[in-house]
Structure formats: C-alpha cells, structure tokens
C-alpha cells in the first residue's frame, strides 16, 4: 500500500492534500494512490451545488458546514470548482477565503480546484478528489460548481443529491431555468429569500415543475437566508428525504452502478487519448497527415482510423 494511502486512512489530512495534489497534476505515483484507495471509498454522500453566479453557493456551503459539524457532528468533506484563465491558467480559488472559519476544523477539509479547461463546471480530476476524502473518512462531501449555466450538467453524474441555488433577483432564476438546470435538480433552494421576488421564484419553480407532471420524486423547493444562517435545518431535512428516497426506491444503487461504469469508460477514453498522442509524437509521418487532411486529400476520420489500428496493435 501506497504511504500516502495509510497516512489518508489513518486520517492525516496533510497526506489527503498531498493526494490530491498529485492527483491534479498528474504524477507518476497517481494511478497507485487510486488503486489503493478505491477499497476504502463509496461511504460518502455527495451533495453538489450548483447555479448561476451570484447565487450564494458558496455562503450557503459555509453555513451547511456549520451545520452539519455543530448539529451532526459529521466528518465533512468541500471540492470547490473554480474557472482557470484560458490566458493565464491560474484560478481564483477564492472559496477558501469565504470559508476561512472552518480552516482549523480537523474534521473539516476544503479544497478549490481550477477546472483546467475542463468543460461541465467541473474539473477533471474532480471525482478522483473525491475518491481522496471519502477514503478520509468524510461522511458527507459538498461540491461547488463554478456556476456557468448550461455547462453544469456534469454535476448530476457525479452528486448523489444535486441542488440548484437560485435567488430573487434580476431574473436569475429564469436564466437558469432556460439553462436547463430543471432537469437535474433533485433540489431546488431559494438564497438570499429575505429579498423581493422571493414568492414570485417560488411559484414560478412550482408552476415548471408541474409542467412535468407525476414524478416519483418531486424536487422541493426550499428557502435560506444564508448571510443569517436561516433555513439550513430545513435544507437539509429535504436532502436526508431524498436518500431516504433513492435507497428504498432502487434509484441509489443504480445511480452508483452507472457512475462506476461511466468512470470506468472516461479512464479508457483518457488513457487512449494519452496514448494515441505519445504515438503520434513518435510518427514523423504525422505532420504529413495532418498536411493532407488540410489539403482535402484525405479526410480526418481515416487518419484517426490508422492512429487507433497502430494503436491497438
């Protein structure tokens, strides 16, 4: 077993960041730490909240934490997305300045993450990070998305639960609606509800969701006043209703099964891609390919064809 791996396990939260960072930038000793991980994973319950900027997830996370520490007493887990500069490739990986209060909390490990070009609001290496602190032994783990509408779909094939922030003003919450984010909520919370508008986002979510018809499971629609920790109990009251729901209606384990086949194909599909590239840097006839395909000498999709033949040799 990998030492980083029994330092995670015996609960060192300096080798879980360490991990991760490895993880990240994808060092040699990554696939041994996953591997060695992975017996001691799938205990966790992944809560993803996503939404328009603005909405509040990450306040709303702060005083989840609080919570779920102060009432529960659970271990608890944060991946916070952040977008990277297509320019710069640095982040601003500010969620750990808005958690500041919880950063001595040994129970409690908040981690921000660049999404590194990686489309969906989350990053690539978001689901192995969260291999990393479930393994640490968080009962509970919150994922903040970046917040960039239509691309945050990824969220629901990762979280067991996925909650759509929205808040009163300047129609925001019919922006998000026209993103589809409908279709993916399991949840829905109304922030900031001590604004205006607060009734009217109300009863247009209801009246969407209605619009959907009979459903076995009927997102709720809750309200907080994160800024004045109010609504969190309530919050997360809906949220243990929807486990409760997955486990007795068969829908959990179908949700992990597919998870765990969806993995399994992105890893197939990462490691053929690495290695498609590392053969195309050995080929000198490759610039010559991509020259004819320039030239309409030959199409695209032939050229992949002969890379995948080498490939699969």
């Given at each position: 077993?990998?030492?980083?791996?029994?330092?995670?396990?015996?609960?060192?939260?300096?080798?879980?960041?360490?991990?991760?960072?490895?993880?990240?930038?994808?060092?040699?000793?990554?696939?041994?730490?996953?591997r060695d991980l992975h017996p001691h994973t799938g205990n966790?319950?992944?809560?993803?909240?996503?939404?328009?900027?603005?909405?509040?997830?990450?306040?709303?996370?702060?005083?989840?934490?609080?919570?779920?520490?102060?009432?529960?007493?659970?271990?608890?887990?944060?991946?916070?997305?952040?977008?990277?500069?297509?320019?710069?490739?640095?982040?601003?990986?500010?969620?750990?300045?808005?958690?500041?209060?919880?950063?001595?909390?040994?129970?409690?490990?908040?981690?921000?993450?660049?999404?590194?070009?990686?489309?969906?609001?989350?990053?690539?290496?978001?689901?192995?990070?969260?291999?990393?602190?479930?393994?640490?032994?968080?009962?509970?783990?919150?994922?903040?998305?970046?917040?960039?509408?239509?691309?945050?779909?990824?969220?629901?094939?990762?979280?067991?639960?996925?909650?759509?922030?929205?808040?009163?003003?300047?129609?925001?919450?019919?922006?998000?609606?026209?993103?589809?984010?409908?279709?993916?909520?399991?949840?829905?919370?109304?922030?900031?509800?001590?604004?205006?508008?607060?009734?009217?986002?109300?009863?247009?979510?209801?009246?969407?969701?209605?619009?959907?018809?009979?459903?076995?499971?009927?997102?709720?629609?809750?309200?907080?006043?994160?800024?004045?920790?109010?609504?969190?109990?309530?919050?997360?009251?809906?949220?243990?209703?929807h486990e409760a729901y997955l486990r007795s209606s068969g829908?959990?384990?179908?949700?992990r099964h597919k998870r765990r086949q969806d993995e399994v194909?992105?890893?197939?599909?990462?490691?053929?891609?690495?290695?498609?590239?590392?053969?195309?840097?050995?080929?000198?006839?490759?610039?010559?390919?991509?020259?004819?395909?320039?030239?309409?000498?030959?199409?695209?999709?032939?050229?992949?064809?002969?890379?995948?033949?080498?490939?699969?040799?």
């Open positions: 077993m990998h030492e980083l791996v029994r330092r995670i396990l015996s609960g060192d939260k300096r080798a879980a960041a360490r991990a991760i960072t490895h993880i990240e930038n994808d060092a040699p000793q990554k696939h041994e730490i996953l966790a319950y992944l809560v993803g909240l996503t939404g328009s900027p603005g909405a509040g997830k990450s306040s709303l996370t702060d005083r989840i934490i609080t919570y779920l520490r102060k009432e529960k007493e659970m271990k608890v887990g944060v991946i916070a997305v952040d977008p990277t500069s297509p320019f710069t490739g640095g982040a601003i990986l500010g969620d750990r300045v808005r958690m500041g209060t919880h950063a001595l909390d040994p129970d409690v490990f908040i981690r921000s993450m660049g999404t590194r070009g990686s489309l969906g609001g989350l990053a690539r290496t978001t689901q192995e990070a969260l291999r990393v602190l479930d393994a640490w032994g968080c009962e509970v783990i919150l994922i903040e998305t970046v917040g960039v509408g239509q691309s945050e779909l990824d969220i629901m094939n990762v979280a067991d639960s996925t909650v759509v922030v929205l808040n009163p003003s300047a129609g925001d919450h019919i922006q998000t609606m026209k993103a589809g984010i409908m279709e993916i909520a399991d949840l829905f919370v109304i922030n900031k509800a001590d604004l205006p508008g607060t009734d009217k986002t109300d009863r247009e979510v209801s009246n969407m969701l209605d619009l959907m018809g009979h459903v076995p499971w009927r997102p709720p629609v809750t309200r907080t006043i994160s800024r004045d920790n109010k609504g969190i109990p309530e919050f997360w009251e809906k949220v243990q209703e829908v959990w384990e179908q949700r194909l992105a890893i197939i599909e990462g490691q053929m891609t690495r290695r498609v590239k590392e053969l195309m840097h050995g080929d000198a006839s490759w610039s010559n390919k991509i020259a004819q395909v320039e030239q309409g000498a030959v199409d695209p999709y032939s050229v992949a064809d002969e890379m995948i033949g080498k490939l699969l040799k």
